[in-house]
Antibody, heavy 117, light 108 residues
Framework: QLQLQESGPGLVKPSETLSLTCTVS??????????WGWIRQPPGKGLEWIGS???????YYNPSFKSRVSISVDTSNNHFSLKLASVTAADTTLYYC?????????WGQGTLVTVSS | EIVLTQSPGTLSLSPGERATLSCRAS???????LAWYQQKPGQAPRLLIY???NRATGIPDRFSGSGSGTDFTLTISRLEPEDFAVYCC?????????FGQGTKVEIK
């Protein structure tokens, strides 16, 4: 059974860079059929796709984040990572990683990141 | 960017009743690229319907999806207690993925 697990600091200071990692187990991140994505969800609100990466490193970003987001993949350690620069309080939210093609079929449990000094 | 608008925001129904949820897109969406998810408090979303009308693995047949173009519908034929949750639609197009804001199905 494929499992995804987010990890990273739960508290980030304003203007700094948020860094999260999603570790994949029970399957290989190198599958050519899938993308690996990041989605966030403010409390009580809807889901917002941030960006995705293929096993080969091709990236796709939501234009709303494009200037400050970076997603990378580490196939040797079977994980992928998110970096979001210049964070503000508006970036305080729950972050999910997920496997997808057209649809998102496997998700991590989510990790809450708070932006505060 | 295609915007998905869901209605109603909240649906108050009793167990056993029929639920009809709407997802309207700002531009045409291929049926192949429209999906529905269920999300319960404290949990990640779960894929219910893909390709507008195909149930994902393990999804009961009381869940059905329909629609085309800009108007899509998720129907729950008879609500079970475990169906009270938030439902959202999602589309793919031009290397971008977007979600609707969700409809909460609550117990009346």
């Amino acid at each position: 059974q494929l499992q995804l697990q987010e990890s990273g600091p739960g508290l980030v200071k304003p203007s700094e860079t948020l860094s999260l990692t999603c570790t994949v187990s029970g399957g290989s991140i190198s599958s050519s059929s899938y993308y690996w994505g990041w989605i966030r969800q403010p409390p009580g609100k809807g889901l917002e796709w941030i960006g995705s990466i293929s096993y080969s490193g091709s990236t796709y970003y939501n234009p709303s984040f494009k200037s400050r987001v970076s997603i990378s993949v580490d196939t040797s350690n079977n994980h992928f990572s998110l970096k979001l620069a210049s964070v503000t309080a508006a970036d305080t939210t729950l972050y999910y990683c997920a496997r997808h093609r057209i649809n998102f079929d496997y998700w991590g449990q989510g990790t809450l990141v708070t932006v505060s000094s | 960017e295609i915007v998905l608008t869901q209605s109603p925001g909240t649906l108050s129904l009793s167990p056993g009743e029929r639920a009809t949820l709407s997802c309207r897109a700002s531009q045409n969406v291929s049926t192949y690229y429209l999906a529905w998810y269920q999300q319960k408090p404290g949990q990640a979303p779960r894929l219910l319907i893909y390709g507008a009308s195909n149930r994902a693995t393990g999804i009961p047949d009381r869940f059905s999806g329909s629609g085309s173009g800009t108007d899509f519908t998720l129907t729950i034929s008879r609500l079970e207690p475990e169906d009270f949750a938030v439902y959202c639609c999602q589309q793919y197009g031009a290397s971008r993925w977007t979600f609707g804001q969700g409809t909460k199905v609550e117990i009346k």
